[in-house]
Every structure is written in structure tokens, then in C-alpha cells.
């Protein structure tokens, strides 16, 4: 389909099925049901609801008066169903049609909303059947962290590690009583071990070096420091081969201890940024412990060098996870050991954790952080800890913290995508418009040819005042006495368009012949000829 005009027309001739349901909601449309429909088309694998539309054939375009304040309704669903839900508002004919555009839910999870696990029957909404939720959590790897390690025994585990297991879930939940029931009713609280044994997840997160040398060799974390990138022995090698809860603060304070900072100057006040941020580490190296394929024998590197980290380990991205949707997709391969992170305050929530890498990249003024060299064998993540653009550090410092606090992940990656000229794809054009009502973004231009700055305080603090001016482009009547100027110094022999289009070399050739159109109305100049070799001279009263 060439437009979205058109993918609509195709829809409303089209069978409502699975993927598409219409809702003529006129005057409004409840917002629980909404979400409720939403859950459910999740769970059906993801399609379009459509409001302002008859649901029955021959359908017609009614319009909707229904959500006037799209984010507010889209930020309700997405809070709700924790799924990434886009919304496109149409004007067909003066009607307005809403589209609301819902991914599939992950591979073996279904959704729930008010707890229930939604699907449709018919035109009713209904929860979803016993046999069918069997379908999608058989759909799943297996958990391979929950499973029970063979022989392995409760002697396995390490008490300090079991101690330090305690005390981060009773800061996290405040439950007082953690500090005093005895271990074992600890862990059986916490899905770690159960009445048939000791789960792969307590050994990864407690076991003794002797036991994970015997049952799970390959749980251990190799830390590196390198220099350079000149091949041979690191400078420092540690092999943690033991609980996780036994080393994560001790291989932070390993990678802290040749952590620079990296300075910059802000009039009178100078400001200083680590180059690795701890949060983004600490949550990266949690992603790598959650998310690694234990099955394969193969261990998590994290190899340290002066302005970067790389950290890889074994198994490809899980089944429905790229690159490109990490930020809207969560699927932990290991969810019981992500629900023991989740436990004790490590994660926000089971199997989330990359937005909070990007933005604090971002707001550090850092590269994105890279999974390029990841393939279908290992994840291999690089952050970059050396600020790029220290004018745009700056910027959002200025922007405030009490307003960045309230931005978004795709707040972040827009202003990311403006600050580098990059275009904005179609899933975050709807952040647009609330960075450009803070002030903080600006729109150039209209049509095919809009474009989008950073505000001038960027452009002053990188004391770039003529990049700023020519990034907005000249006002309209500035352009126009350029062309008249142009058309007047050669007067004899006339003015092609093309000529006059590198005049003004950041407009579009449909906008030059605007200005001309306007210049000819206002008796300025007039056009000769009628093909290609027509040419424009100034008018004879000029």
C-alpha cells in the first residue's frame, strides 16, 4: 500500500477476523475496554482495532470524538498490558479515525489484564480458554533455571551468598521477616529451590565454587582488562566461578578501579562524567546472567578497555528478540533467576533492563549501546564510554533533570536521532510533537520536506550560531529577495529554474517555484516561455 489512506480502505473491505476489529464509537469508547481489546488482539497475535468505523459490512467512515488526548490513552495501555501500542489519528473526509496498532505478545506469554488473560469470541471478549493458554506457555523454551539440578543438595549453597540474597530482597520488599526465617523457608519462598530439589537459578545465584565446578561449569564470569586491542594475555584476568551473588559487587569494583573520569566545562562550574556509568554496566552484566544459554558450554566474557567494555555471552538473542525491538520486547531466557533479580531490586521486572542502558547512553552524551557483531551463537554488547559531544551533555543538562526524569525511552531516542541527522522512523514520530511543545526540538519546513533540529540553546552552547541559522533556513522573504536578486543580475539573458534552485539549495524545487509563483503574483518578475526553456526576467515595472 502506497499510504495509509489506502491500507484503511483495504481493511474495511476485509473480513473482521483475528487481526482487525471495528468500533464506530461515535461520541466515545470506554477506555477499560479499550485496553481489554488491546489484550486481547495481543494475545491473538497482534492486529489493529479500529474506532470511527461501522462494524459491519458495507462498512462507512463515522468518525470518533473518542480520546481526544492520544498520549494519555496511550500511555494508560501501555502501562496496563506492558506491550509497545501505537495509535495513528486519520482525517478522512473531515471524520477522524483512530487506529490502534497492537504487537503480538511474546513467544510463550500471554497477556493479562485485571487478571485475566483476554481473547475474543465473536463480538464478545471473553477469558481466554484452558486449552489455549496451554498452547502458548508450551510455545516457550523451558526454563532451564527453574529446572532441578540433579544430586545437588542444599549443602551446595553458599551461605554468604544465600545472606546477601537476603538482606537486597528484604531492602527491596520491607519485609522485616526475610531477616529472621531460616534459609531454607527463604528460598522456598523465592521459587530458588522446591520439595523435589535445588533449581539450576540457586546455583547460578548461590552455589559454592566446588559445586558449580561440579554440576554447572560453564555459570562462570570472566572479567578481562585490555589496554589495547593488541592480541595476547589481558593485563588482568578473574574467573568467577561461583555464585552470582558472591562476586557482582567485587567484579563492579574491579571494573571501578580504572574507571576515568572525563571533564567538561560548564562557565565557572566543571562537570565530571565516569566513563562507565554503573548503572548501565551493572545492568548489562545482569542481562548477560538472566539471559545466556546455559546448555552451551561456553562462559560470559566482560573484557574492560580504557573507553569501552564488551560483554558476550553464549546463545543468540531468545526466540522473537532483535536488535531493533529490544526496547519493546521482553522474553528472559532464564525467568526464575530474572525473578530473583526481580526479588531483590536488581531489575525493574522480570526480562526488562535495555531502556535504561539507552537512556542513560544517551543522556551522557555516549554512542548507543552496539549489538552488531551479535549472531544466532552469542550476544555480544559493546558500550562505548567516551562522550561523543560534549555541547550536547551540556544541553541536557540544561534541559533539567525534573524534566528528563519525566521523558521516555523513545523521548531519548528521538532527541538521540535529531541530535546525529538521522531520520525519525514511523514508531517514534509520535514523541515529536511533546519534545517540540517543551521547546527542546523544532520542525523546519512542511510536507516531504520537514525536517527536525535541536532548539537554539544547543546550537549557543556549542557557540555554533551560523549552524543554527542555516539548519532553520532563511525566512521566506529573505529567499524570495535572494531569487529576485539572482533573477535581476541577469536580466539579459534570463534565469532557468535550475539555476535558481541552487540558489536556495537546502529548498525543494517545488518550493522555489512557491516563492516564484509569489514574486510573479506580486508583479516582481515574469516568466517566459512555456517547456523546459522557459526562463524568468524581472518585471518591466520592477
Excluded at 488473560?117 to 506457555?137: A, P, S
Excluded at 523465592?190 to 545465584?205: P, Q
Excluded at 531502556?355 to 549489538?371: A, T, W
Excluded at 503574483?521 to 516561455?529: D, I
Aim: net charge positive.
Amino acid at each position: 500500500m502506497d499510504s495509509i489512506e489506502e491500507q484503511l480502505d483495504h481493511w474495511m473491505k476485509s473480513k473482521e477476523g483475528q487481526h482487525l476489529e471495528f468500533k464506530e464509537a461515535k461520541n466515545n469508547f470506554s477506555p477499560d475496554r479499550l485496553i481489554k481489546y488491546c489484550c486481547a488482539l495481543a494475545n491473538e497475535r497482534g492486529g489493529h482495532i479500529i474506532l470511527g468505523v461501522t462494524d459491519h459490512k458495507p462498512r462507512t467512515i463515522v468518525g470518533t470524538q473518542a480520546f481526544l488526548n492520544l498520549e494519555k490513552i496511550k500511555s494508560d495501555v501501555i502501562s496496563c498490558l506492558q506491550l509497545r501500542i501505537d495509535v495513528m489519528e486519520l482525517h478522512v473526509n473531515k471524520a477522524r479515525v483512530l487506529i490502534f496498532q497492537v504487537p503480538s505478545r511474546p513467544i510463550g506469554v500471554p497477556i493479562q489484564y485485571e487478571g485475566i488473560y483476554w481473547m475474543r469470541r465473536g463480538e464478545e471478549l471473553v477469558t481466554m480458554t484452558q486449552d489455549m493458554l496451554k498452547r502458548i506457555f508450551e510455545e516457550g523454551e523451558p526454563d532451564f533455571s527453574a529446572q532441578i539440578c540433579p544430586k545437588a543438595t542444599f549443602e551446595d549453597l553458599d551461605p554468604n551468598a544465600i545472606q546477601q540474597f537476603r538482606i537486597r530482597w528484604q531492602h527491596k520488599s520491607g519485609n522485616g521477616s526475610l531477616l529472621t526465617i531460616p534459609p531454607e523457608q527463604l528460598l522456598l519462598d523465592a521459587d530458588l529451590i522446591n520439595e523435589k530439589g535445588i533449581t539450576f537459578a540457586a546455583l547460578i545465584l548461590l552455589g559454592k565454587r566446588q559445586s558449580l565446578t561440579k554440576f554447572l561449569p560453564q555459570a562462570e564470569v570472566i572479567f578481562e582488562y585490555r589496554s589495547s586491542d593488541i592480541t595476547g594475555p589481558a593485563q588482568q584476568r578473574i574467573e568467577y566461578r561461583e555464585g552470582f551473588f558472591c562476586f557482582y559487587d567485587d567484579l563492579w569494583e574491579k571494573i571501578n578501579l580504572r574507571n576515568d573520569l572525563q571533564h567538561f566545562q560548564d562557565g565557572l562550574f566543571i562537570w565530571d562524567i565516569l566513563t562507565f556509568n554503573e548503572k548501565v554496566i551493572r545492568e548489562a552484566i545482569l542481562n548477560a546472567i538472566s539471559h545466556r544459554d546455559y546448555r552451551l558450554q561456553g562462559s560470559v566474557f566482560i573484557r574492560q578497555f580504557s573507553k569501552r567494555i564488551e560483554i558476550d555471552s553464549p546463545g543468540g538473542f531468545p526466540d522473537g528478540i532483535t536488535p531493533e525491538n529490544i526496547l519493546w520486547k521482553q522474553l528472559p531466557r532464564n525467568r526464575r533467576i530474572a525473578e530473583a533479580f526481580s526479588k531483590c531490586g536488581l531489575i525493574e521486572r522480570a526480562g526488562q533492563g535495555a531502556n535504561r542502558i539507552f537512556e542513560e547512553s544517551i543522556r551522557e552524551g555516549k554512542p548507543l549501546p552496539d549489538f552488531s557483531r551479535t549472531d544466532a551463537h552469542e550476544v555480544v554488547l559493546t558500550l562505548v564510554g567516551e562522550i561523543q559531544d560534549k555541547c550536547f551533555l551540556r544541553f541536557l543538562e540544561k534541559v533539567g533533570q525534573e524534566r528528563l526524569a519525566s521523558f521516555s525511552t523513545e523521548d531519548f531516542l528521538v532527541l538521540d536521532l535529531v541530535h546525529r541527522e538521522q531520520p525519525i522512523p514511523p514508531n517514534l514520530k509520535a514523541r515529536l510533537p511533546h519534545l517540540i511543545d517543551l521547546g527542546i526540538v523544532e520542525r523546519v519546513g512542511k510536507g516531504k520536506g520537514v525536517r527536525y533540529n535541536l532548539c537554539q540553546q544547543y546550537y549557543e552552547l556549542a557557540k555554533q550560531s551560523g549552524v543554527y541559522t542555516r539548519k532553520r533556513g532563511l525566512d521566506k522573504e529573505t529567499n524570495k529577495e535572494l531569487l529576485l536578486k539572482h533573477i535581476r543580475s541577469n536580466k539579459r539573458k534570463g534565469s532557468k529554474l535550475a539555476d535558481l534552485c541552487q540558489v536556495l539549495p537546502a529548498l525543494s524545487r517545488a518550493q522555489v517555484q512557491n516563492l516564484l509563483r509569489e514574486l510573479k503574483k506580486q508583479g516582481k518578475v515574469e516568466l517566459q516561455g512555456k517547456t523546459n526553456r522557459s526562463l524568468w526576467f524581472p518585471s518591466p515595472m520592477d
